[in-house]
Every structure is written in C-alpha cells, then in structure tokens.
C-alpha cells in the first residue's frame, strides 16, 4: 500500500471543497476595439489578421501597416490606440482586484505612434505600470500619454496625469499638459515644456481614427461590460467557501465542518482498504531477495487479478 495515498485523498477532497481561482494571465487581457486600415496580431508564433472584437492575451506581438491604426481595450479598462507602421508587445500584465498591490503592467512599443489611457492597474497608491521605447521608459501614474517619433525626435506629450522618462542618461518628470523630446537612448530628455498647437495636432493625428465617434461608443460600450463582468465576478466570490472574510462565523464553522466529516470518511475507507490489502497479502509467497520468490508473488497476483499485467488494449476487447 502507498503510504501516500492518505494525503492524496485528502488533497483531492480539498480541491473539491474549494474551486479553484481564475488566473486572467491563463484568458484573453482584452481585444480589438477598432482595425482601421490592417493590422495582425502574433499570439505563440502564430501570426494573424487582426478585427474587431478578436481576443489579445498576454505575451502578444501586435503590429499595424502602413496608413492603419488599431485600439484595443483591456479587462482593467487600460486603453491603447496605435498609429501606422506600430508594432507592441504585452511584456507583463497582472490584474486582480482583490490584490490591487500586486497590481503590475509591462508594455513595449518598439516602433510607431501610441496613446495609452491607463486603467486600475494604475489606480493603486504605487502604481507599477511602465511603457518601454526605444529611446527610453515611461513610468506612468494615472495617466493619458502619447508616444511617438514626431520633428525627428521621440517625443512624450501628458494628456493627464504625470509621467517619468527615464532614458541612459537622466530622468525627468512631465506633467499633464507638458512634453519632453529625447534624441536617443542615452541622451538627456529635455525639460519638460508645453508644445506648441501645432505640434499637438500633428501627434493627435497620428492615432486618430477616422470613425473616431464610432471607436468612442465601442469603447464605452466594452468598459461598460468590464465593470458588469467585475460585478458579477464579486457576486461569486461572495458565494465561494474561499471568499472574502466578512462571511459569517455560523457559515465558516459549518464549512470547516463538513471538510472534517469528508476527510474523516476518506480516512476510514483507506483504514478499511488497508487493512483488505493486509489479509489478502498473509497468503502471498515471502520475498526473500531470490529471482525465484519475486516470480512466486507475480504469480499469485495474476491469480488473484488476471487482467492486472495484460497490456490496455487486450483488456479492452
């Protein structure tokens, strides 16, 4: 008898007692919101067009064409548009509402125009949500900000918030209506100034949709649905064995007691199949150590169970 199996028994009982939690990383993070033009996704080196609505999960290769544009919304209601010629890639993404502190966002954009509008991932008191470029990072804190090569630099615009830019060779903070322009990686980012309109435009032109009303209802519409989904997922937790901790000491003593009685009911099975296993070897051949004692019990446990060593195929004809 596996002296193991009591606990085996017993981790298997556990895990029926309590289901299991949602990993989001296991699911789709979030998806298309608009495709102006084309735009393909890379998802476990498997390249695919990409459309409205098609899911975007973690460690994703996104990428659009020349004259196209492409937004996409996650669970968390961050929301991200990029420009022509773009491509990104989902680093790290972690979002759980009952662990806002674990909270965490690792984006790249290694070619092409963005504007990001974080969402609660980045609604924490030590936000962990950082935009990597080329030229340098972006670290944000309840932010809308625009990346992109604009007048022969990389430049940062803050719609909202504040932002860190670091690159090699400094950092620099820019806050909500400011920007900073940076030559490459180890240069130092400017100071942060206002841009002049015109300058505006031209950046808010590269990720503008030409159905941009159409874009905006689509993207209410789904961040409507995230908070729906949040609900209901809250609902849930109220209701599972594991949830949160203001279920009632009535509730919680019943739990733990019908866990016991399930756990002590597998211990007496296992007590009684023992104990069988025991009076049934008192009739088996000793072993002591020969080829020929070794082959005596083999024989007694085919007679005992003739199909115990017939290959599965032949058992199931």
Same mark, same amino acid.
């Not at 080329?134 to 900000?145: A, C, E, F, N, Q």
């Given at each position: 008898?596996?002296?193991?199996?009591?606990?085996?028994?017993?981790?298997?009982?556990?895990?029926?007692?309590?289901?299991?939690?949602?990993?989001?990383?296991?699911?789709?993070?979030?998806?298309?919101?608009?495709?102006?033009?084309?735009?393909?996704?890379?998802?476990?080196?498997?390249?695919?067009?990409?459309?409205?609505?098609?899911?975007?999960?973690?460690?994703?290769?996104?990428?659009?064409?020349?004259?196209?544009?492409?937004?996409?919304?996650?669970?968390?209601?961050?929301?991200?548009?990029?420009?022509?010629?773009?491509?990104?890639?989902?680093?790290?993404?972690?979002?759980?509402?009952?662990?806002?502190?674990?909270?965490?966002?690792?984006?790249?954009?290694?070619?092409?125009?963005?504007?990001?509008?974080?969402?609660?991932?980045?609604?924490?008191?030590?936000?962990?949500?950082?935009?990597?470029?080329?030229?340098?990072?972006?670290?944000?804190?309840?932010?809308?900000?625009?990346?992109?090569?604009?007048?022969?630099?990389?430049?940062?615009?803050?719609?909202?918030?504040?932002?860190?830019?670091?690159?090699?060779?400094?950092?620099?903070?820019?806050?909500?209506?400011?920007?900073?322009?940076?030559?490459?990686?180890?240069?130092?980012?400017?100071?942060?100034?206002?841009?002049?309109?015109?300058?505006?435009?031209?950046?808010?032109?590269?990720?503008?949709?030409?159905?941009?009303?159409?874009?905006?209802?689509?993207?209410?519409?789904?961040?409507?649905?995230?908070?729906?989904?949040?609900?209901?997922?809250?609902?849930?937790?109220?209701?599972?064995?594991?949830?949160?901790?203001?279920?009632?000491?009535? @509730?919680? &003593?019943?739990? *733990?007691?019908? !866990?016991?009685?399930?756990? /002590?009911? %597998? #211990?007496?099975?296992?007590?009684? =199949? $023992?104990?069988?296993?025991?009076?049934?070897?008192?009739?088996?051949?000793?072993?002591?150590?020969?080829?020929?004692? @070794?082959? &005596?019990?083999? *024989?007694?446990? !085919?007679?005992?169970?003739? /199909?115990? %060593? #017939?290959?599965?195929?032949?058992? =199931? $004809?």
């Amino acid at each position: 008898m596996n002296c193991r199996l009591p606990y085996l028994v017993i981790l298997i009982t556990l895990l029926l007692a309590f289901p299991a939690r949602a990993q989001d990383s296991s699911g789709a993070i979030g998806s298309f919101m608009e495709v102006e033009g084309s735009a393909s996704i890379t998802h476990i080196g498997q390249k695919t067009a990409a459309a409205v609505d098609a899911p975007v999960y973690l460690g994703d290769i996104i990428e659009t064409a020349t004259d196209s544009k492409a937004s996409i919304v996650f669970v968390d209601d961050t929301d991200i548009t990029l420009g022509e010629n773009a491509r990104m890639t989902i680093d790290e993404y972690v979002f759980d509402e009952d662990a806002a502190a674990g909270n965490k966002g690792r984006y790249s954009f290694l070619r092409g125009a963005f504007l990001f509008t974080s969402g609660l991932i980045n609604k924490t008191a030590n936000p962990d949500l950082v935009l990597e470029t080329p030229y340098g990072s972006i670290g944000l804190r309840g932010t809308t900000v625009w990346g992109g090569e604009i007048d022969n630099e990389y430049g940062v615009l803050v719609q909202e918030g504040e932002v860190t830019v670091t690159t090699n060779r400094g950092r620099i903070r820019v806050p909500a209506g400011q920007g900073t322009n940076i030559r490459n990686r180890d240069s130092i980012p400017t100071f942060a100034a206002a841009w002049g309109q015109e300058k505006i435009e031209h950046a808010k032109g590269k990720v503008a949709f030409k159905r941009r009303d159409l874009v905006q209802q689509r993207i209410a519409t789904r961040k409507q649905q995230n908070v729906d989904l949040r609900g209901k997922r809250r609902e849930l937790r109220q209701q599972r064995p594991d949830g949160p901790k203001n279920i009632p000491a009535e @509730q919680k &003593q019943g739990q *733990n007691d019908e !866990l016991k009685k399930r756990i /002590d009911e %597998n #211990r007496d099975r296992i007590q009684e =199949r $023992r104990e069988q296993y025991r009076d049934k070897m008192k009739d088996a051949p000793r072993d002591d150590g020969t080829a020929k004692s @070794q082959e &005596q019990r083999e *024989n007694f446990h !085919l007679q005992r169970n003739p /199909d115990a %060593n #017939r290959p599965a195929l032949n058992r =199931r $004809r």
